[in-house]
């Protein structure tokens, strides 16, 4: 079946450090993949839409400035917290969706990456 | 808006118990509904999905119906094991306007006992 890799699983590293996600479709292509942040024990909020080939759209109250999403090609979707501070850590999980299937069809989420802030 | 409320949890069960696990959604359009679970530390995994009216999502011995008159979507199982044990969460998607993208509802934790 359709796989979402994301890497690292798992990130630990000082304040002020800025940490990359990345978020590869492996088997599909993907013009539109998302990037979602987990508090413990709370839903997905959804922060962003990253699109192939152009400015990802950012949900009310993100911070574009901070996350900067690069959806460079049809497979991979990056996710560069800048400058993080313990109040970033939480755990992001991307997803996408086969684009040459219709729209009905379900995304497929990665494992997600465990950020920590010290 | 679009919004999703699931029944909160945790839900505690003995094996081979019973499941129902509420969810209602408020949308505008006509929405595709998903039933998500969450092992502990790993991301999502898709559970079920339906897409119309009157649908029913069926994996692993879960089962829901997509209700439009009772804007509802609940997930059952017959008989519940001790690896149901996560979270379940449901969601639903307006692609047409929306740009596929899912709104969550808040998860249930299921804990099954042996």
């Known amino acids: 079946g359709a796989v979402v890799s994301q890497h690292p699983s798992r990130v630990i590293c000082k304040s002020g450090t800025s940490v990359k996600i990345e978020c590869r479709s492996l088997d599909f292509q993907a013009t539109t993949m998302f990037w979602y942040r987990q508090f413990p024990k709370q839903s997905l909020m959804l922060m962003a839409t990253?699109?192939?080939?152009?400015?990802?759209?950012?949900e009310q109250g993100v911070e574009k400035d901070k996350f900067l999403i690069n959806h460079a090609s049809l497979t991979l979707s990056t996710l560069t917290v800048t400058s993080a501070h313990p109040e970033d850590s939480s755990f992001y999980i991307c997803?996408?969706?086969?684009?040459?299937?219709?729209?009905?069809?379900?995304?497929?989420f990665g494992d997600g990456t465990r950020l920590s802030i010290l | 808006g679009n919004s999703v409320t699931q029944m909160e949890g945790p839900v505690t069960l003995s094996e081979e118990a019973f499941l129902t696990i509420n969810c209602t959604y408020t949308a505008t359009g006509y929405p595709s509904l998903f039933w998500y679970v969450q092992y502990p530390g790993e991301g999502l995994q898709l559970l079920l999905k339906a897409t119309k009216a009157d649908d029913k999502g069926s994996n692993k011995g879960f089962e829901a119906t997509y209700r439009k008159e009772t804007t509802s979507f609940h997930l059952e199982k017959g008989s519940v094991q001790v690896s149901d044990s996560a979270v379940y969460f449901c969601?639903?998607?307006?692609?047409?306007?929306?740009?596929?993208?899912?709104?969550f509802g808040q998860g249930t934790e299921l804990s099954v006992k042996p």
């Open positions: 997803s996408a969706r086969d684009s040459a299937k219709n729209s009905n069809q379900p995304q497929h």
């Open positions: 969601a639903l998607s307006v692609f047409y306007n929306q740009g596929g993208k899912l709104i």
């Open positions: 990253s699109n192939e080939g152009s400015k990802a759209t950012y």
